[in-house]
């Protein structure tokens, strides 16, 4: 049985499959390329999906663009006729890998409305708990001894 490939006529990467391409293309080794394809489920199906349109080839674990993912790369701008990245593939190239520095968000306003605990009581402290506790403790006696007193009159 003679496995045929189908010549593709017409590609449209994502922009995920060109970050792809790109990323494989300008890596100095197999081994770099994949540790930067293989952020997650996306990229990992992107390299799948351009080993099986024979874009990329993954076999003995090499990782290279074949010549029909050049001619592609080159259909889709992302490098010259010399094999080098055009300045969109350089944006290819460097996506995902922009050091993000966290700058102040904007600042959210308090919700309309009366303010956080506005007309309610303040919680009492422990010492004034402890207070109405032995408050509570002398009416019972009192209470207690009321009772007693009436008992015996």
């Known amino acids: 049985m003679l496995k045929e490939r189908r010549t593709l006529s017409t590609v449209h990467l994502t922009d ?22 293989s952020k997650g489920r996306n990229y990992v199906a992107a390299r799948q999906l351009l ?17 029909t993912g050049l001619d592609v790369m080159k259909d889709e701008g992302l490098v010259d006729d010399a094999g080098e990245l055009t300045e969109q593939g350089n944006k290819y190239a460097t996506k995902g890998t922009e050091q993000r520095t966290p700058g102040p968000g904007p600042e959210i306003p308090p919700p309309p409305g009366p303010e956080i605990g506005a ?23 009192v209470d207690l001894l009321e009772q007693l007193t009436s008992d015996s009159s």
């Open 16 to 37: 995920i499959q060109k970050e792809v391409l790109v990323k494989i293309h300008q890596a100095p080794s197999p081994t770099v390329a994949d540790e930067q394809i």
């Open 119 to 141: 007309g309610t009581p303040p919680m009492p402290s422990l010492e004034g708990l402890t207070f109405f506790r032995q408050i509570h403790q002398n009416v019972q006696q």
């Open 51 to 67: 080993a099986k349109l024979d874009l990329v080839d993954t076999a003995e674990d090499n990782l290279v663009v074949t010549d």
